[in-house]
T-cell receptor, first 113, second 112 residues
Framework: NAGVTQTPKFRILKIGQSMTLQCTQD?????MYWYRQDPGMGLKLIYY???????DKGEVPNGYNVSRSTTEDFPLRLELAAPSQTSVYFC????????????FGPGTRLTVT | DAKTTQPPSMDCAEGRAANLPCNHS???????VYWYRQIHSQGPQYIIH???NNETNEMASLIITEDRKSSTLILPHATLRDTAVYYC?????????????FGDGTTLTVKP
């Protein structure tokens, strides 16, 4: 199993541009998550999904959108990029929320200038 | 979900046990305690989790107090490669799928 994969690894955006961060998992997990991590800080939850077609907001959803059309994929869309969105973005998946550890991808480092 | 409190940093001598504490005084009955670690800027890595009983695996041991308001992660023989940020979080119940939070964690530095 590849686990959780994310693309791209690095990206530089200009202010106002848009992009989609891709996330795919091959473990047939129902739950998927997007986090952002600013330098020296912990992870903050942006959006999560409990299954195909079902998504919900986390702590910091403003400026982002998600969709979940399949079990495997959970893309994160940035519209009108702002410097405050400069961060490292991690995707994760889990079998459940109670007894089910999260598996994290390698991250996407995004810079908005 | 319950919030957690961890010391910002700790040091440990190589070969000695590292004991990392976590307070989760508002934990509810169906919430598990999870520990993860993050080395450099990699994605967090799962270490161990527990509900009520103490747990042990090949990486670490988890001691949960009887009232479940705090826990301790034990790395029995710390190595330089255990230098990382360690996160304690609580998660549980299908109604709380998105509410578990990662605080700022404890930066463990293992010294030769």
């Amino acid at each position: 199993n590849a686990g959780v994969t994310q693309t791209p690894k690095f990206r530089i955006l200009k202010i106002g541009q848009s992009m989609t961060l891709q996330c795919t998992q091959d473990m047939n997990h129902n739950y998927m998550y997007w986090y952002r991590q600013d330098p020296g800080m912990g992870l903050k939850l942006i959006y999560y999904s409990v299954g195909a077609g079902i998504t919900d907001k986390g702590e910091v959803p403003n400026g982002y959108n998600v969709s979940r059309s399949t079990t495997e994929d959970f893309p994160l869309r940035l519209e009108l990029a702002a410097p405050s969105q400069t961060s490292v973005y991690f995707c994760a998946s889990s079998r459940g929320t109670g007894e089910g550890e999260q598996y994290f991808g390698p991250g996407t480092r995004l810079t908005v200038t | 979900d319950a919030k957690t409190t961890q010391p910002p940093s700790m040091d440990c001598a190589e070969g000695r046990a590292a004991n990392l504490p976590c307070n989760h005084s508002t934990i509810s009955g169906n919430e598990y305690v999870y520990w993860y670690r993050q080395i450099h800027s990699q994605g967090p890595q799962y270490i161990i989790h527990g509900l009520k009983n103490n747990e042990t695996n090949e990486m670490a041991s988890l001691i949960i107090t009887e009232d479940r308001k705090s826990s301790t992660l034990i790395l029995p023989h710390a190595t330089l490669r255990d230098t990382a940020v360690y996160y304690c979080i609580v998660r549980g119940g299908n109604t709380n799928a998105g509410k578990s939070t990662f605080g700022d964690g404890t930066t463990l530095t293992v010294k030769p």
